[in-house]
């Protein structure tokens, strides 16, 4: 039986994060997404529905996200085969969910997908760079200086700026002023890394905010440029600056995320050096 709540106990969250990991460990690619993880981890009941199945331990785990109608789920290794994944499918999709991420494009995602008449609609790549090559020479255009973010004060302007750069993202253009709090609320948090070009008005132009995870890998975790500025070649040199960044605190390795039908970022980061690493891929109804 799939049982459903609107908000988990921190037992029950540790016992979805425990069965998120030992997945990993067996798949090479952690199941859940940022958003899913908050998701889980917060005690306010949100627009999600957590979905999970019992069996003598937490078997299986779904979460289906009402606001944006998307879904993500994960069966214990040692449950597998037990028809707990459609289960958990047909619940998610019952509370709403029609668009599913499969992390890492597992051959056992895409079945379960297509037995469910899912499509492949959307393919997500995770691009890596070793931070130990060298950089490229790419200034800032005329009139830009490069600052930290500054929390508290700058944060209405950036989420107006991030709604507007990423208007038809259906993601990360849906960020509020809540979004914004819990991600400065979590201990990889730095200022310092949270790049904005500004001129000399003080406005903002775009931004490189980066993240740098437990495991030692730096992110490019959201790049940004004002659509209305028309400044040739900022995006290069923001994504450059946060990479010296990454590569000052000492790190060796970085990452990135893009969609494949942004031809124009795949084009940006490739010509930086980034090669793809893996593939997360949405399926649809």
């Given at each position: 039986m799939v049982h459903r709540a609107t908000v988990l106990s921190p037992g029950d969250a540790a016992e979805v994060l425990a069965l998120a990991a030992a997945a990993a460990e067996t798949d090479g690619v952690f199941p859940l997404d940022e958003h899913t993880v908050f998701g889980v981890r917060s005690n306010v009941p949100a627009a999600a529905v957590h979905l999970t199945v019992v069996t003598d331990f937490l078997a299986g785990y779904g979460q289906a996200d009402l606001s944006?109608?998307?879904?993500?789920?994960?069966?214990?290794?040692?449950?597998?085969?037990?028809?707990?994944?459609?289960?958990?499918?047909d619940a998610a999709l019952d509370a709403g969910a029609r668009r599913f991420w499969a992390h890492g494009d597992h051959p056992a995602a895409a079945a379960l997908a297509a037995a469910a008449g899912l499509t492949r609609d959307r393919v997500l790549w995770q691009f890596r760079r070793p931070?130990?090559?060298p950089l490229p020479d790419r200034p800032l255009p005329a009139g830009l200086t490069l600052r930290a973010f500054r929390p508290g004060q700058d944060d209405a302007a950036w989420l107006d700026l991030n709604a507007r750069a990423?208007?038809?993202?259906?993601e990360q253009g849906r960020w509020t002023a809540a979004d914004l709090a819990a991600r400065m609320a979590e201990p990889w948090f730095d200022p310092a890394g949270f790049l904005l070009a500004v001129d000399a008005g003080g406005k903002l132009a775009g931004f490189h905010w980066t993240k740098v995870h437990p495991d030692g890998l730096g992110e490019v975790y959201v790049l940004g440029v004002d659509p209305a500025g028309h400044r040739a070649g900022l995006g290069s040199a923001l994504t450059v600056a946060g990479l010296r960044h990454l590569a000052g605190l000492g790190l060796h390795t970085a990452l990135l995320y893009v969609d494949e039908s942004n031809p124009a970022a795949v084009t940006l980061y490739r010509r930086l050096g980034f090669t793809t690493h893996a593939t997360d891929v949405m399926y649809t109804r």
């Open positions: 944006a109608g998307t879904g993500e789920l994960v069966v214990h290794p040692a449950a597998r085969g037990r028809g707990l994944g459609r289960a958990l499918l931070l130990t090559d990423f208007a038809g993202h259906p």
